[in-house]
């Protein structure tokens, strides 16, 4: 069995522990950013998750100015953009992107002043490249259940909430005459994106983080309408970009330059991003047929 | 404040400024912050490319940006316009992080790429971002009247002959020509609140287009040398006070709105405060 795939997995894969973490890290994240991702890409809101992955470098630098470890930090301060971003008015389809922006702007800013005075303190502006690349392979084990039960709570969040928060995406005003607390769901959301991101920024990085929230949310909503079978394909395409993502980094330690992996971001991203073009297909070469026929 | 090299950094973070504030007051009219920011973010690895190569930081900038502008405006035009800006957005950073692992440039090159070094600008860096500038506002003053429109209009200027997704295509060239000038001087991150805070403020404050793209001008101006004049008296980092002006400004701008409201609530119902903004394409979702 591992003799034919040995041209796959190099050896030595599957006995590594760090493989073994960031495999189990990985499917954790991308199952529960599969679910929360399709609301997210429904309420076109994928700025503000790309943003709380930012606000992140805030959190993280803010965190260790003041010594304190940087999950508190990134959820403070994911909490606290959250909170800005819904009083600056997110929750309005015109001002969306506007009030993400701003809120990004102010926050990004403030981590440029506290990586200053880390640096001067501390001399290091290695809290910038770790949250925007960190890696997945340097996690310890440690992580695992923390993530795990951070993940659990949000998957909870979301699942308590998800038939009023559909509603209230997909037809606010339906969902206002029915009595359901519109403005209070989409808060919610917010939070446990905010919570969610912050510790998808933290253990993979805020690129992968993004990634694994709005690729295959975007590319499971194009295959189908029903939001629960939607939930289901994004989280088995995210797991799969990871892993496939993952044996692939862990290979391009034998590819040239020799030595130095190539970073499992670049494999996953670019998967992803594949998954999403192909999804296109289907109505691409519906649309094909359409025009023909009509031309 | 005014000798020897701060000189050079005084002309250039004007150029910057006046590029944001004509850029910004689009990018705020359109709702495309997404966009203000996801090109410049995305460019940053251009400039981890043109390092591994041997090329010009510029030259790698030029050249990502303008493809991630096509990528978000090809794209876009079929799918959901915010998720294909962070699918296009990632799969750069995605590359970035490849070419920073394979070359061997390490963080502080990038920490500079990404907060600027308004304060280390040569001379010789003065004129490619001059020329860069005029030519972006060049085109901006060229395209005005139907980015005008179809900004604020979409359905009419379609029926003037005036194809949207087309003047998308324009807008997003534009934004990608103005984060290559501005990247290597401001940084990504903050070319971004530079764009976001003083138009939107701007808009606060006047209904009217010219108006505010002129006022959006004069903030980015005035963000941009208090916060040299002030990072030069407490060595704190520029972007700090680009990125709080900015806030303050936005603020300052609701509240004035707000006020302005209220004095007057039947000449100036919600709507009306609002008569430059593209109308609602998902009005379901308002």
Redesign the interface.
Known sequence: MSHFLSPLFETGFFQSEAVRTALIIGTVVAIVAGALGVFT?M?????A???FG?IGTTGGSGAFLVGAGPLPGFLVFGVLAAGAMEL?GIQ???G???A??????????????F??LGSTIHNT??A??TI??GSIFTISNSMIPLVAVLAAVVALILLVIHRPLLLST????IATARGVPVRLLGATYLLALAAAVALCALTIGS??S??LL??P??AA??ATRRAGRAVLLAGLLGVAAMWLGIVLAYDSYYWP?KG????V??????I??VI?LLS?VP??RERRRAGRTIG | MFSGFMVNAWIVASIVAVVAGVVGFFV?LR????V???IPNGAFAGAAGAVLVGVDTIVGLGVFSLLGALAIGL?GR???H??????A???M??????F???SSEY??A??SL??GEVLGISPTELAPTAALAVVCVLVVAVIYRPLMLSSVLGEVGEARGIDRWRMELAFLAVVALATTMTVPVVGT??I??LM??SP?AARSFTDRPERALLLSVALALATVWSAIALSYTTN??I??????A??VL?AIG?LWAAVMRRRSPQSRSTEAS?PT?PP?R?T???
Request: a neutral charge.
């Open positions: 890409v309420r076109g809101q994928s700025f998750a790309e943003a930012d600056v309005r389809a015109r969306r992107d506007l993400t922006g701003i809120v990004l702007g102010a926050a990004l800013g403030l981590a440029a002043l990586l200053y502006t290695g910038v490249v925007l690349f997909v037809s606010p005003e690129i992968l993004t990634a709005v690729g949310a975007a909503l194009r330059p130095n992996g190539w970073p971001s670049f494999f996953v991203v670019t992803v991003f999403y296109g109505a691409w | 705020v709702g495309s912050a997404f203000a920011h996801a794209l079929r799918g959901r915010d998720a294909v800006t962070a699918l957005l990632v799969t950073l995605g590359l970035g992080a490849l920073l692992s394979l963080e502080p990038v920490y990404l907060f991150l903050l971004f609140s976001i805070g939107a704190y980092p972007g700090f006070f680009v990125g709080s900015s806030a936005y609701r609002h903004h609602e998902h379901i979702l308002t």
